[in-house]
Each structure stands twice: as C-alpha cells, then as structure tokens.
Nanobody, 125 residues
C-alpha cells in the first residue's frame, strides 16, 4: 500500500520561502506521477504542481498562480518529492497535500489515487 507523508509546512511572512517534502513508501516502480495540491478554508482543493517521468525525462507543470515562484522536484532513489516555495504571498496560505498516481501527470484532483494528510502553510502580510 502506498503511503505519503508531508513535512516542512509552517508560518512565514510574505516574500519568504518554505520547502515542503513528501516521502512515499510502498512504491514498486518509477512510473508514477506526484503532485501538490492545496486547499484554503472554504475553498476547493486546487492543483499547484506536478511531476512525472516523461518519455524523454522528467516532466513537470505548474498552476499559473505559482509559476516562477514554486519549483517541484523528485528524487526517485529516495522516493521523495519536494516543493520549493519562494516569494510567498498571503494567498498561498492553505493546507498543502502530496498526491500520487500511477502513470503520467495530470492536473485533475480526481485522478490521484494516493494522498498524504497535508501540511499547513501560513503566509502573513
């Protein structure tokens, strides 16, 4: 059974940085995609970033709201994924979830099979 555990959340002032990590266990091969989603109070869970092993190497994608500020990466040997978040804004405040699925990446929240419990990120102005 695949399990995902997030770490690295916390509180930071606007303009600051945080680094989230997600460690996966139960992964049996490299052909999976991982993603970060976030959910603010009273709002739907939304896509943040995703990464997989594309046909010619690692492929990734970002939500427009975080493009240029967030960077997703993964270490297949350690089954870990990170989200480096720079230039944080108050609107980035949310619970951030790590997710995984077999196959290629997608931005659709419903396409992901495995989820972590989430880690809180709070950005103050």
């Amino acid at each position: 059974q695949v399990q995902l555990v997030e770490s690295g959340g916390g509180s930071v002032q606007a303009g600051g940085s945080l680094r989230l990590s997600c460690t996966a266990s139960g992964i049996t091969n490299r052909n999976y995609a991982t993603a970060w989603f976030r959910q603010a109070p009273g709002k739907e869970r939304q896509f943040v970033a995703t990464i997989d092993l594309g046909g010619s190497g690692t492929a990734d994608a970002y939500a427009d709201s975080v493009k240029g500020r967030f960077t997703i990466s993964r270490d297949n040997a350690k089954n870990t994924m990170t989200l480096q978040m720079d230039s944080l804004k108050p609107e980035d405040t949310a619970v951030y979830y790590c997710a995984a699925r077999w196959g290629v990446f997608t931005r659709s929240v419903n396409a992901y099979t495995y989820w972590g419990r989430g880690t809180q990120v709070t950005v103050s102005s």
